[in-house]
């Protein structure tokens, strides 16, 4: 009779253990049950929505102003007071409208669209011209380009550039790069150089438009096209919006990510994903805290959307030299709004030694949640890739800006990067738990949308809610253990 007892309690706690699994019922300490419960979908998309409405946001420009007091209302509402920072002057440009269409032949009139314009392309009014298909442009010009726009297969250097504005070209299409499930039917954006002098426009157009073009061409079809292109390219200054959740000790962690769209283009994923997870995550903590459901953190908590990406971060460091001390660790929020292959959520960069602490804990967190309804499939650390805001706080960025050096843990979550995949060796002794790829490699997952014309909500966090959802909680839960101590953590 025992042994049947024992048998039924073993088959009883068997089918429960299925339930919870099935359910995604899983350990959580109060704090991030409440976190977890407190983060919003609709308003992380629609902030998302929002931001990329006011256009670009380059730094310096209207829409980026517009876009640093969307932010700034956006943490006053949470209950912070907030500091503009001011950072220098730089070129900045700022296209107002654009046009670009097939004039004739008639039947592919409709054929250009999701085009873009590449930033710092001067104003021109509407001009109308022949399109010619020039294959090798760094070669020996032929005669006859007078008054013609060029249809390109690569981008040119900027010696070939001028050489073609001396020649009279009017204008240069860029076709897209021919890169797997990229670009087929959407503008990979270029840009010309950042200069007040460029005097012809270029605008980027998709691999299908371009490879139509070039066949009407080829067949010794008459292609007209007309364009237009109001821009304004100054001096100005970008705007940073900084908030502080205040804590027991002046140290913190600084919490970022940039607020323009460095493309040029929409910047959905890149970098409104980010901008949003940011202030969600500060929106959700300054709530439970000011609701008493966690205390105040031990550490403080900074939050900043950079006014431009690494050149705003720069000025940060710059002007609190003496102060680097205070900051315990940088964690970047950078495109979080879609992963064209993988559920994963990334974290950067555990080939630097000072990180192992801070990745560790953010290890931790990715692969306890991992499977669990409302989180991500699978996670990772990954070794370093280059080109965002964590890497300003590194060594070598810091000797380049002439500041003391200091080993500031610096990391990046994403949850997917650049225009394809990459894999790349994972670092030794990093091997997640739920990394369902090869345990000694890491794929990094990619953007179908990166740097184009098609990185609009649409596509990306409107399509896979999830991955900014995700990427919100693992920085808030990591925030959590962190700021408020690892020994706080069942509380």
């Given at each position: 009779m025992k042994i049947h007892k024992l048998a039924s309690h073993r088959t009883a706690l068997l089918a429960l253990s299925v339930v919870l699994v099935w359910s995604g019922v899983f350990p959580q300490s109060k704090r991030e049950q409440a976190l977890d419960n407190a983060v919003s979908t609709t308003r992380l998309l629609g902030q998302v929505r929002d931001l990329?409405?006011?256009?670009?946001?380059?730094?310096?420009?209207?829409?980026?102003?517009?876009?640093?007091?969307?932010v700034t209302k956006r943490l006053k509402e949470a209950g912070y007071a907030v500091q503009l920072q001011t950072d220098p002057k730089r070129l900045a440009y700022e296209v107002k409208n654009w046009t670009l269409r097939v004039d004739s032949p008639v039947v592919l009139k409709t054929t250009i669209r999701?085009?873009?314009?590449?930033?710092?392309?001067?104003?021109?009014?509407?001009?109308?011209?022949?399109?010619?298909y020039l294959e090798r442009p760094d070669d020996a010009l032929p005669d006859g380009l007078k008054n013609k726009s060029i249809l390109l297969d690569a981008m040119i250097s900027e010696k070939t550039y001028r050489r073609l504005v001396q020649s009279g070209v009017r204008a240069l299409v860029l076709i897209s790069p021919n890169v797997d499930a990229m670009y087929s039917d959407w503008a990979m954006i270029s840009d010309l150089w950042e200069s007040s002098r460029n005097a012809i426009p270029l605008f980027n157009i998709s691999r299908n438009n371009g490879r139509t073009l070039k066949k009407a061409i080829s067949d010794s079809t008459s292609v007209v096209i007309s364009f237009s292109v109001r821009s304004a390219v100054d001096s100005a200054s970008p705007k940073t919006v900084l908030a502080t959740l205040e804590g027991e000790t002046e140290q913190y962690y600084l919490v970022c990510a940039h607020g323009d769209s460095d493309s040029g283009g929409p910047g959905a994923d890149d970098n409104a994903s980010g901008v949003s997870a940011v202030l969600e995550t500060a929106r959700v903590l300054k709530t439970l805290v000011k609701t008493g459901r966690i205390p105040i953190p031990k550490y403080s908590i900074r939050f900043a959307i950079w006014g431009t990406e690494m050149f705003s971060t720069a000025h940060y460091v710059r002007q609190r030299q003496n102060e680097l001390q205070n900051i315990l660790a940088v964690l970047?929020?950078?495109?979080?709004?879609?992963?064209?292959?993988?559920?994963?959520?990334?974290?950067?960069?555990?080939?630097?030694?000072?990180?192992?602490?801070?990745l560790r804990t953010f290890m931790s967190v990715g692969d306890e949640y991992a499977g669990n309804k409302g989180f991500w499939e699978e996670s990772t650390t990954n070794p370093s890739q280059g080109g965002t805001d964590s890497y300003v706080f590194f060594p070598r960025f810091l000797r380049y800006l002439k500041v003391p050096e200091s080993k500031i843990p610096s990391m990046t979550i994403f949850t997917g990067a650049w225009n394809e995949l990459k894999t790349l060796p994972q670092t030794l002794g990093w091997r997640s738990k739920s990394w369902k790829g090869h345990p000694d490699s890491v794929t990094i997952d990619y953007s179908a949308y990166y740097h184009s014309s098609l990185d609009v909500p649409e596509v990306t966090t409107e399509k896979e809610p999830h991955n900014v959802v995700g990427a919100t909680k693992a920085l808030g839960i990591g925030l959590l253990r962190l700021a408020w101590e690892e020994e706080e953590r069942k509380k």
């Open positions: 990329v409405r006011f256009g670009p946001r380059t730094g310096g420009t209207k829409s980026g102003d517009g876009a640093a007091a969307y999701n085009a873009w314009v590449g930033a710092f392309s001067p104003s021109v009014p509407k001009t109308t011209t022949a399109l010619v970047n929020v950078d495109e979080v709004g879609t992963g064209a292959t993988r559920d994963c959520i990334y974290f950067e960069s555990n080939d630097v030694e000072h990180n192992a602490s801070l």
